[in-house]
């Protein structure tokens, strides 16, 4: 009597697991979005859209040596392969700028500005993924696709945009199902 109580009882827990697990639906197929890993405001906490200096310097080095190196696939922002090359022209940023002289005529002259972008530049990290909930308890269920690494940048106006610089997905599916 005891044992047939004990295996209902397992099999209640069992179908009751079962259902709470299966009742994940999902939220988006695909999202993209920033996430800081610098802080853009001095005065908050360390911890509010901050990763610790180590721990950020850490993270932006495994994934441009990952890329660098050619461990890991890197694609542009059309999902075509790019090479190891390729990211290094990317990291030497090259902006032309229109100058006045001072003095008269007060014409006007071309420069071109040649910055490198490094470790420090990188303050975001661009997120693909798909989210998944659970009705019942509201847990979310996050799986990364892709991870770009987002820089810091002024254009010739000197306004700051920010750039995705290229992507590294962790799914060779989800990259065919980005090219469908």
């Not at 209902?8 to 079962?18: E, N, R, V, Y």
């Not at 005065?43 to 721990?55: A, C, E, F, K, T």
Request: aromatic letters at 12%.
């Amino acid at each position: 009597m005891k044992f047939r109580k004990l295996f209902l009882l397992t099999i209640l827990i069992a179908a009751f697991s079962s259902c709470r697990q299966g009742s994940m639906e999902t939220v988006t197929k695909k999202i993209q979005y920033d996430v800081n890993i610098k802080t853009p405001d001095p005065n908050y906490d360390w911890w509010i859209q901050n990763l610790v200096g180590p721990d950020r310097e850490k993270l932006v080095d495994m994934i441009m040596y990952g890329a660098l190196e050619g461990g890991v696939q890197a694609y542009d922002y059309f999902n075509n392969p790019i090479t190891p090359n390729d990211i290094k022209m990317i990291l030497a940023d090259t902006i032309l700028v229109k100058f006045r002289h001072e003095e008269p005529p007060y014409e006007l002259y071309d420069s071109l500005i040649v910055h490198t972008i490094n470790r420090n530049d990188i303050q975001r990290i661009r997120f693909m993924e798909e989210w998944k909930i659970n009705r019942e308890t509201l847990q979310m269920q996050k799986t990364i696709y892709g991870i770009s690494p987002v820089a810091r940048r002024l254009d010739s106006q000197g306004v700051e945009r920010w750039q995705p610089l290229f992507w590294l997905y962790t799914d060779k599916e989800f990259i065919k199902k980005l090219k469908d």
